[in-house]
T-cell receptor, first 114, second 121 residues
Framework: EDKVVQSPLSLVVHEGDTVTLNCSYE??????LLWYKQEKKAPTFLFML????IEKKSGRLSSILDKKELFSILNITATQTGDSAVYLC??????????????FGTGTLLAVQP | GAVVSQHPSRVICKSGTSVKIECRSL??????MFWYRQFPKQSLMLMAT?????????EQGVEKDKFLINHASLTLSTLTVTSAHPEDSSFYIC?????????????????FGPGTRLTVT
């Protein structure tokens, strides 16, 4: 069965801390791994990773994929209260047709305290 | 660009009634739309995938006669929850990928709507 597992389930830090969120997966037909940030409503896209070892950066956020060990990490440096959200990891798979499905992990709830 | 809207944002209905949720792509052509359900403190669970002009593909365990999906145009997909019951209360989110200005928009990257909170009493 295809699955995506995130850890930790929740995390409380103080502003300025650096956090690392983990995502491991076991899926057939892996094509990509995506990170989303979900605040109160719909998820917003952060990164899409397809190649091992190539770090993607956007401001204080960065992410990297290890396709051999089947995991990815999302780093957030100098955290701010606005980073508080649920961070979702999703794996994109191709089931042989043109449709690309996403399987989501359960998410990591990050709370950044002032 | 790549904005997806949903309507309504919140709906309360009585048990046994049907509810229709609309998902629209505002600035691109959504060739594929996805419908997800999210229960409290749980992740997004894919319910079905719909390609414009064809029947939706449902995930295992999702009743297609209960959750009717129509994707009649490149900018609109609807999800109708028929004969809703309290256990159908959930957060329903759609996402889309497609074409904008002839350019493919979102391979595995999907653009999400703001979601619809359904409460069945």
């Amino acid at each position: 069965e295809d699955k995506v597992v995130q850890s930790p389930l929740s995390l409380v830090v103080h502003e300025g801390d650096t956090v690392t969120l983990n995502c491991s997966y076991e899926v057939t037909n892996f094509r990509s791994l995506l990170w989303y940030k979900q605040e109160k409503k719909a998820p917003t896209f952060l990164f899409m990773l397809t190649s091992s070892g190539i770090e993607k950066k956007s401001g204080r956020l960065s992410s990297i994929l290890d396709k051999k060990e089947l995991f990815s990490i999302l780093n957030i440096t100098a955290t701010q209260t606005g980073d508080s959200a649920v961070y979702l990891c999703a794996v994109g798979m191709n089931y042989g047709g043109a449709t690309n499905k996403l399987i989501f992990g359960t998410g990591t709830l990050l709370a950044v305290q002032p | 660009g790549a904005v997806v809207s949903q309507h309504p944002s919140r709906v309360i209905c009585k048990s046994g009634t049907s509810v229709k949720i609309e998902c629209r792509s505002l600035d691109f052509q959504a060739t594929t739309m996805f419908w997800y359900r999210q229960f409290p403190k749980q992740s997004l669970m894919l319910m079905a995938t719909s390609n414009e002009g064809s029947k939706a593909t449902y995930e295992q365990g999702v009743e297609k006669d209960k959750f009717l999906i129509n994707h009649a145009s490149l900018t609109l997909s609807t999800l109708t929850v028929t004969s809703a019951h309290p256990e159908d209360s959930s957060f329903y989110i759609c996402s889309a990928r497609g074409l904008a200005g002839g350019r493919s928009l979102g391979g595995y990257e999907q653009y999400f709507g703001p979601g619809t909170r359904l409460t069945v009493t």
